[in-house]
């Protein structure tokens, strides 16, 4: 474990030059900029100055073009459970490209996936694959329309379901004051249309008896209930037990369909976070690791509802096409990464989350930070004052670097700029105290540096 020396005490290492506006990032990032929107395609990996460009990553580490080596601990949020470049992962996509990257014709690979995945959660009789999480949420909402015939979902404030404009209504909002009324459908995206607004019921996360009443008084045109299992943001807080029961009652005594969203929640065990926790969803949309590194979605759930999908005679009532759904490279990928996943490296790697959030819990304690330690099975975030705050958390704002991710990233270690931990399996139990320790010392460095954590 950690111990309580100070930061000069450390053992050396080697620090990262950043910002360093002669660095060939900082040039990559100012020549992206001519042709790329804010440098990027992506707005959650935007850092001030610059982002960083990597060149090549290996297991747990990142090389960047400037020739620093960082432990990833973000892994391209949550889609690499297995690190980067697993040599299993690499020869299956390798093998594949030389066979076709895509055609307009189906593959074994579709079919190999997609047993692995449905026989081992009993809530999948079907799957439907595309190409992203947000597809997938998009696509579980419009089946829930389809099958239901009505129009509006449910969804909780501040959580985040991907880009599909009625998945992001009242994301990054201020928390309503719940003793001064009800949560309220509110825009994400500027010229989002009220007609979206006016199909989302926005319930309060983890607040039983007044999601319940919003739920009630909505009932006759709800096609679903949409919930993470996983918790906001990124698993940070777990939805309760009786959170979770009251929305999978009211689903089975209205025609509304339960739908999980363990795109992310789906990395706690075989059969995701469902399984864990014994929740039976109609529908669910999946995502990042089931593609093994490479783009993904999923829905997956009964038979009778995946139905909707489908050409009896005709038209599907919910048609759905895609250049790239189910391409073999995502598929072989997709199938090496998960048969990796056996029931012990779950195990393994939710064990190994337990050993990182004590690990920060005894940090926070030595350094008498008045900090929180987040997070569940091979996830976890740190919350300590006056370096991260609760409430920029809680709307969903964090995007930019704050001080303790900053320091973390000099001394080599590249988190989520929220300060969420995301573990892969390139990971073991001799990497929690060499983090602990850079941890220690950044807390304590930006203490004195500041006069207060």
Known sequence: MVSARKPQDSPARTPVDYPDPES??????RQAGRVLTDGGSRSTIRMAPYSIYVQE??????????????????NNYTSLIHGHSHPAIVEAVSRQLHRG????????????????????????????????????????????RAYTGKPAIAKCENAYHGSYDFAEVSLGVEPTALDHGDPESRRY??????AVL?????????????ARRILEQNAERLAAVLIDPFGTPMGRTAPSDE???????????????FLADEVVAFRAGPAGTQGARG???????????????????????????MAVFETQSGKAA?????????????????????????????????????????GIREVLRLTDTDGVVHGQYSMFAITANDVLLDDTIARGHVYASNGLHLYLARNGYWMTPGLTGVLSTAMDTADVDPFCQTLNDGIRTLRDRTGSV
């Open 24 to 29: 060939r990032s900082a040039a990559l990032y």
């Open 57 to 74: 990553a290996r297991g747990k580490t990142i090389l960047d073009v400037d020739g620093n080596s960082l432990v990833d601990l973000n």
């Open 101 to 144: 990257a895509a055609f307009s014709f189906g593959s074994e690979a579709e079919l190999l996936l997609a047993e692995l995945i449905c026989d081992r959660c009993e809530n999948f009789d079907k799957i439907r694959f595309m190409n992203s999480g947000t597809e997938a949420v998009m696509n579980g909402i419009k089946a829930a």
């Open 189 to 194: 995206a500027r010229g989002a249309p009220q």
């Open 198 to 210: 006016d199909d989302v019921v926005v319930i309060p996360f983890n607040q039983v008896d007044i």
């Open 243 to 257: 959170f979770l029961a009251m929305l999978q009652q009211f689903c089975a005594a209205n025609p509304c369909l």
């Open 279 to 305: 929740i039976e969803p109609d529908l669910t949309a999946l995502g990042k690791i089931i593609g093994g590194g490479l783009p993904v979605g999923a829905v997956a759930g009964k038979a009778g509802i």
């Open 318 to 358: 919910l048609p759905h096409g895609g250049t790239f759904n189910a391409n073999p490279l995502t598929m072989v990928a997709g199938h090496a990464a998960m048969q990796l996943m056996t029931d012990d490296e779950f195990a393994r790697l939710n064990d190994l989350g337990d050993r990182f959030r004590e």
